[in-house]
């Protein structure tokens, strides 16, 4: 079974501070997609990034930053430096390869984060 | 990146109506779109999934005649929620995925019944 847990439920920061979002996965599929998606107070979900199973390498993308840990199952994402324009619903997502002519999206409970100036 | 588009935005309806929410892929063909819907602080569920000219496959516990769900074409795909009571209020969103593991996400619709 494929499962996504965000154990932290809501992290509130003041401004300029690093903050990092926790996320662990479950499959028994050896390729597979992870994601982490924002979803501001307007509810667009807005796509932050895509990584391959078989590509450990962190990416760092202006002040986020992840951190793919296959040994652990965990896709780390760290926002350095954080704004208040950052609060909001972050989402990690699974899904496997291939999945019959579907791309199920597996979506963990999310993490509010709440930055205050 | 590719464009989607849902309508209405927001919907408030009586008990008992049925509410249309339509999902259009504005730049791109969509093989395949996702219907999620998501209650207040919880993420999103998926309830169905359809391709383009067959019947779409709905997730365990979503009745289907309840949410029907119609992919006419590669560019559009309808929700329609029959006899809406105040339970079905939630927030519904639609993707659209043309390549494999590539979904775009719709704005989302926010439906309220009274």
């Keep these: 079974a494929q499962k996504v847990t965000q154990a932290q439920t809501e992290i509130s920061v003041v401004e300029k501070e690093d903050v990092t979002l926790d996320c662990v996965y479950e499959t028994r599929d050896t390729t597979y997609y992870l994601f982490w998606y924002k979803q501001p107070p307007s509810g667009e979900l807005v796509f932050l990034i895509r990584r391959n199973s078989f590509d450990e390498q962190n990416e760092i993308s202006g002040r986020y930053s992840w951190n793919f ?9 760290t926002i350095t430096a954080s704004q208040v324009v950052d609060s909001a619903v972050y989402f990690c997502a699974l899904t496997p390869l291939p999945f019959a002519n579907t791309d199920k999206l597996i979506f963990g409970t999310g993490t509010r984060l709440q930055v205050f100036p | 990146g590719a464009v989607v588009s849902q309508h209405p935005s927001r919907v408030i309806c009586k008990s008992g109506t049925s509410v249309k929410i339509e999902c259009r892929s504005l730049d791109f063909q ?26 779409a496959t709905y997730e365990q516990g979503v009745e289907k005649d309840k949410f029907l769900i119609n992919h006419a074409s590669l560019t559009l795909s309808t929700l329609t929620v029959t006899s809406a009571h105040p339970e079905d209020s939630s927030f519904y969103i639609c993707s659209a995925s043309g390549t494999r593991n590539e979904q775009f996400f719709g704005p989302g619709t926010r439906l309220t019944v009274l």
């Design chain 2, 30 to 55: 969509a093989t395949t779109m996702f219907w999620y819907r998501q209650f207040p602080k919880q993420s999103l569920m998926l309830m169905a999934t359809s391709n383009e000219g067959s019947k």
């Design chain 1, 69 to 77: 840990q296959k040994s652990t199952s965990s896709f780390n994402f």
